[in-house]
């Protein structure tokens, strides 16, 4: 089993930053692409950024490209979000998830986390 935690959501000004982070613990973390979905209020649950377990390769939505930025931190299995000039449209819940795939399909994780709130006023 893996476990994710999420941490870092809050409120924010539009134009601001907030760094998420989601701290992994259970067998092989290691070799799991990491990957950060959203879900705002009414919609379904979206693709926001993966980090492939090397850290070679990353993925983002269009969305967030240019303002968003996921890295991780191998020793402490730990993955971070990034995330600046923050738009009200980024409010939502942001969840943490794992995999063995690189895709920014959401089947392609099998662990998710509980989520954090993430809201940005205008």
């Known amino acids: 089993q893996v476990q994710l935690v999420e941490s870092g959501g809050g409120l924010v000004q539009a134009g601001g930053s907030l760094r998420l982070s989601c701290a992994a613990s259970g067998r092989t973390t290691r070799r799991f692409t990491m990957g950060w979905f959203r879900q705002a209020p009414g919609k379904e649950r979206e693709f926001v950024a993966a980090?492939?377990?090397?850290?070679?390769?990353?993925l983002y939505a269009d969305s967030v490209k240019g303002r968003f930025t996921i890295s991780k931190y191998n020793r402490e299995n730990t993955v971070y979000l990034q995330m600046n000039s923050l738009k009200s449209e980024d409010t939502a819940v942001y969840y943490c998830a794992a995999g063995l795939g690189f895709s920014s399909g959401s089947r392609s994780y099998d662990y998710w986390g509980q989520g954090t709130q993430v809201t940005v006023s205008s």
């Open positions: 980090i492939l377990w090397t850290g070679a390769s990353t």
